[in-house]
C-alpha cells in the first residue's frame, strides 16, 4: 500500500491539477492510484465542472471521490482562504474500492431490512467494509443515514465529513468519477487488505458534575438531578475563574455519555453537542440532540488550549497502540470552525498529527460537519478534528473486532 497527498494554490485549475497530478505520481512512484479523493477551495466554483476531466486527463484511473471546501488540506498543509485544490491518493493492491451515490428519497425507511442498503449502495455487509462519506449539508440527513450505516455495518469504521464551500442549496460540490452531483452523498467502501481506523478530536474539558437528565421531552431539558436547568448553569457559573466565565458564555456545550453504567466517566465518554438556547418562560434547555430522562450529561467548555491538549493526547495514544510506520496515509476532515479562527495560526492540528505520526501523507477539507465514531456509534460532530487513518491489515493490531477509534472529549 502506498499514498500521496499534495495541496496545488495555483489559481487556474488545469495548473493546479498538473501540478497535483506530477508529484502524486512521484509520491506513488509511478504506481496508479485505486483512490483518488479531491477537495477543491470555493475560489474554484467556476471550474468545478471540469473536475472529472482534469482528473482523467492528469491522474487518470481508480474511482475519484472529493467535494467542494471552505479550506482544503493536502501535503500535510492546511489552506484557508485562499485557492487551494488538495489531492489525496492511495495505491492499494487488494482492496475493493465501491463507489456509490445516494439521494435523500432513495434512502430505505428506518428499520429496513440489510438487503435495501444492500441493493442502494452495492455493499455486502458480509464484505466488512469501511466507508469514506461526504454528504451535502442541503440536501441530506447525515445523521439518519449514520444511524442506520451503523445497524447495517455494525462494525465499519465510518469517517468523512458534511461538503462545505458553499452557503445555499445547490452551491456545494460533490464529486464522483465522472459525475459532479448537487445534492446527495457520495462515498466509497473500502474493504479486502486494509485497515482503516479513527481519530475524533472533540477537544473539550468537563466542568462541573455528571448529572442525569430527570425530566425532559425531545430535545429539551426540564431538570438536571430534579434541579431546572437554568439553576444548575447559574450555579456552576458563579463557581468558575473569570476566564472560564468567559468561555462560558460563548463556548458551553453539553456532553452525552455514550455508556452510561460506569462509576467514572472521562474526555473520551462524551459525545459533545450545541446548546441552543433556555426557554425564558419554562427554563428548559434546548440541545442539539433527542434527549431521554436518566441519560448522564456534563457541562464542557472548548477553547484552543484544550483543543491542542486533547488533540495532542489522542493522537500521542494512537501513535503508543501501533507500532511505528504502520500507517500509510490519512484524511483530517475539520471543522471551519477549527483552523486559524480556533488556534490562531494556520497548520496546528497537520502539525500536531506530523508530530505524532511523521510524514505520513495527510490530506482533507474544513467540513460543515465532521463525521466519526464515539464509544463504536458514528455521529456528525461540530468544531471537531475527525481523521481516518489507512493501513494494511498485516501490520495493524492483530485484534479484528476491536473497535477501530481513538476519541477525546
Not at 450555579?235 to 462509576?263: C, N, P, T
Request: proline share 6%.
Amino acid at each position: 500500500m502506498k499514498w500521496a497527498s499534495v495541496v496545488s494554490e495555483k489559481t487556474n485549475l488545469d495548473e493546479a491539477f498538473q501540478e497535483a497530478a506530477a508529484e502524486i505520481r512521484s509520491g506513488l512512484q509511478g504506481e496508479s492510484p485505486h483512490l483518488t479523493v479531491a477537495f477543491l477551495s470555493e475560489q474554484h466554483r467556476d471550474d468545478f465542472a471540469q473536475v472529472p476531466h482534469l482528473f482523467q486527463q492528469y491522474v487518470g484511473g481508480g474511482v475519484l471521490l472529493g467535494c467542494s471546501a471552505g479550506g482544503v488540506i493536502g501535503g500535510g498543509h492546511e489552506v484557508e482562504g485562499r485557492t487551494g485544490l488538495s489531492l489525496t491518493a492511495g495505491w492499494m493492491p487488494g482492496v475493493q474500492v465501491i463507489p456509490f451515490h445516494v439521494l435523500s428519497e432513495e434512502l430505505p425507511e428506518p428499520g429496513a431490512p440489510a438487503q435495501a442498503w444492500e441493493t442502494l449502495l452495492g455493499v455486502p455487509p458480509q464484505s466488512r467494509p469501511n466507508f469514506l462519506l461526504i454528504p451535502d449539508p442541503f440536501s441530506m440527513d447525515a445523521e439518519r443515514v449514520l444511524q442506520e450505516m451503523d445497524r447495517i455495518y455494525p462494525g465499519s469504521c465510518k469517517v468523512g465529513g458534511v461538503a462545505s464551500g458553499g452557503r445555499a442549496p445547490g452551491e456545494t460540490c460533490l464529486f464522483l468519477g465522472d459525475t459532479v452531483h448537487r445534492s446527495g452523498m457520495v462515498g466509497v467502501a473500502l474493504s479486502g487488505d486494509i485497515q482503516v481506523d479513527a481519530i475524533v478530536a472533540q477537544g473539550c474539558r468537563p466542568i462541573g458534575e455528571p448529572m442525569f437528565v430527570t425530566s425532559c421531552q425531545d430535545n429539551l431539558i426540564f431538570a438536571l438531578d430534579g434541579d431546572p436547568p437554568r439553576e444548575t448553569m447559574q450555579g456552576l457559573y458563579r463557581i468558575l475563574d473569570e476566564a472560564d466565565r468567559e468561555l462560558f458564555l460563548g463556548s458551553l456545550f453539553l456532553g452525552i455519555v455514550m455508556r452510561e453504567h460506569q462509576d467514572r466517566y472521562a474526555q473520551g465518554d462524551f459525545l459533545m453537542r450545541n446548546l441552543l438556547g433556555v426557554d425564558p418562560d419554562s427554563g428548559a434547555l434546548a440541545v442539539g440532540t433527542v434527549l431521554h430522562e436518566n441519560m448522564v450529561v456534563q457541562f464542557h467548555l472548548r477553547d484552543a488550549r484544550t483543543s491542542a491538549e486533547d488533540l495532542g493526547e489522542l493522537l500521542a495514544g494512537f501513535r503508543r497502540s501501533r507500532q511505528s510506520g504502520q500507517t500509510e496515509g490519512a484524511l483530517l476532515f475539520s471543522c471551519l470552525g477549527r483552523g486559524s479562527r480556533l488556534y490562531g495560526h494556520v497548520d496546528h492540528d497537520t502539525d500536531a498529527f506530523r508530530e505524532h505520526l511523521g510524514s505520513v501523507p495527510l490530506g482533507g477539507f474544513f467540513c460543515n460537519g465532521e463525521i466519526g465514531p464515539v464509544q463504536g456509534s458514528t455521529f456528525v460532530h461540530g468544531y471537531t478534528s475527525s481523521f481516518g487513518l489507512f493501513s494494511s491489515p498485516q501490520a495493524a493490531d492483530p485484534e479484528p473486532d476491536r473497535p477501530p477509534t481513538v476519541t477525546g472529549g
